[in-house]
């Protein structure tokens, strides 16, 4: 296994979303600009969790490395002048301005942007799954013109997703808050 020199390591094993996150945003608080945090977790979606809240925070994705079922993180603090205010989606839907859509039959789009397990233990009937991580890639499978709500567990990879989309040309996009895990309505699952 490679060696990275690092300033901090943060154990964050066995945690799912969005604690990962959660524990890093404190962690980074207490480094210096320019040092290295590795932050050790298991979450599969932990990857494109953390790469994209770098970005969108301003600090520095450096990397992962996976060991075995653990995935190494590594991120570099940005200097005050480096670091912007984390950016926040501007349009924004609650999961009962959700359902009622649906319910409307309004001509939507839901996109869920949780890992592939995640979607196939639960999910919102015809919601069209892409993971957070191969956004990026899968583009092409969604239409510009069409009104899209973003669902992911509690709202902060569908916050990056909706943000990443409207960068794209995606005018219609709303980030669906708390997403699954509190949602309500019918729902897919893999169990009954």
């Known amino acids: 296994m490679e060696m ?13 979303c969005p604690m990962p996150i959660v524990r890093t945003k404190k962690a980074i608080t207490s480094l210096e ?5 590795e932050v050790q977790a298991t979450d599969k979606g932990s990857k494109a969790d953390i790469q994209a809240w770098a970005k969108s925070s301003g600090h520095q994705y450096l990397g ?35 359902e009622k859509k649906l319910e409307s039959n309004g001509n939507i789009v839901v996109l869920d942007v ?13 919601a069209v799954s892409i993971p957070l991580g191969e956004l990026d890639t899968r583009l092409n499978e969604l239409n510009k013109e069409d ?22 040309g995606f005018n219609k996009v709303y980030n669906v808050v708390p997403g699954m ?11 009954k």
């Not at 009104?147 to 794209?168: H, M, P, W």
């Open 114 to 126: 949780r890992e592939t397990a995640e979607y196939a233990f639960n999910h919102i009937p015809n």
């Open 4 to 16: 990275v020199k690092t300033d901090f390591v943060l154990d964050a094993k066995g945690l799912a």
């Open 64 to 98: 992962t490395l996976e060991d075995g079922n653990v995935l190494r993180h590594f991120i570099r603090k940005a200097s005050e002048n480096e670091e912007k205010a984390e950016r926040k989606h501007p349009n924004v839907a609650n999961n009962d301005e959700l």
């Open 181 to 191: 895990s509190e949602w309500t309505g019918n729902s897919n699952s893999i169990t």
């Open 33 to 37: 600009a320019g040092q290295v945090i």
């Open 147 to 168: 009104e899209i709500y973003v669902v992911c567990r509690t709202g902060n990879r569908s916050d990056f997703a909706a943000q990443k989309l409207s960068e794209k």
